[in-house]
């Protein structure tokens, strides 16, 4: 397994050989137009760690490249595989039409949403995050297989969408397999 540090990777350009030979787990993240760039370069970073399959960016979010992206992501854009879409739905619904048995899981607070450590995750599953400001439509929640959330005890009610993400993310890996 390649292991490089944040210096090496802001230099470096995927090697089409390599990037191909890297372990992937079946694991995706949807980005509902999430607006700041150093957010997505964050989430970059956090499928990277993960070993994630591909990010989806959608409706508003930025792609690469774009500079702000690619100082966030320490260049992790190059390793992790992306595609845009311009609706959350479409995005979705390509996941469940090529992946079988594929599990959409919303991290946002809703009525329907459970504690993120009391959720079951397997694998295949994707993960779901939203606009920092307006969150994840309820049309796209509907679309979702499960919601979890992260609960707050302090006087702020939410986390920033890239730390809510490697929150759950890390919390999913934790199976067996891994």
Same mark, same amino acid.
């Given at each position: 397994?390649?292991?490089?540090?944040?210096?090496?990777?802001?230099?470096?350009?995927?090697?089409?050989?390599?990037?191909?030979?890297?372990?992937?787990?079946?694991?995706?993240?949807?980005?509902?137009?999430?607006?700041?760039?150093?957010?997505?370069?964050?989430?970059?970073?956090?499928?990277?760690?993960?070993?994630?399959?591909?990010?989806?960016?959608?409706?508003?979010?930025?792609?690469?490249?774009?500079?702000?992206?690619?100082?966030?992501?320490?260049?992790?854009?190059?390793?992790?595989?992306?595609?845009?879409?311009?609706?959350?739905?479409?995005?979705?619904?390509?996941?469940?039409?090529?992946?079988?048995?594929?599990?959409?899981?919303?991290?946002? =607070?809703?009525?329907?949403?459970?504690?993120?450590?009391?959720?079951?995750?397997?694998?295949?599953?994707?993960?779901?995050?939203?606009?920092?400001?307006?969150?994840?439509?309820?049309?796209?929640?509907?679309?979702?297989?499960?919601?979890?959330?992260?609960?707050?005890?302090?006087?702020?009610?939410?986390?920033?969408?890239?730390?809510?993400?490697?929150?759950?993310?890390? =919390?999913?890996?934790?199976?067996?397999?891994?």
């Amino acid at each position: 397994m390649i292991k490089l540090g944040a210096k090496e990777l802001r230099t470096t350009k995927a090697d089409p050989e390599v990037a191909k030979n890297l372990k992937k787990n079946p694991i995706y993240i949807i980005c509902d137009n999430v607006i700041d760039t150093y957010n997505i370069g964050s989430i970059f970073r956090l499928a990277d760690a993960v070993a994630a399959e591909k990010v989806y960016l959608c409706g508003v979010s930025e792609t690469p490249p774009n500079t702000r992206i690619k100082k966030a992501s320490i260049n992790t854009t190059e390793w992790v595989k992306w595609e845009y879409f311009e609706k959350t739905e479409d995005a979705i619904a390509n996941l469940k039409s090529q992946i079988p048995n594929i599990k959409i899981v919303a991290i946002e =607070q809703n009525e329907r949403s459970v504690r993120f450590d009391k959720a079951e995750y397997t694998l295949p599953i994707a993960f779901l995050v939203g606009n920092e400001t307006t969150g994840i439509p309820q049309e796209i929640l509907n679309m979702c297989d499960q919601i979890v959330e992260i609960p707050m005890w302090g006087v702020n009610k939410s986390l920033n969408v890239m730390v809510s993400l490697g929150i759950v993310l890390f =919390q999913a890996v934790r199976l067996p397999e891994h």
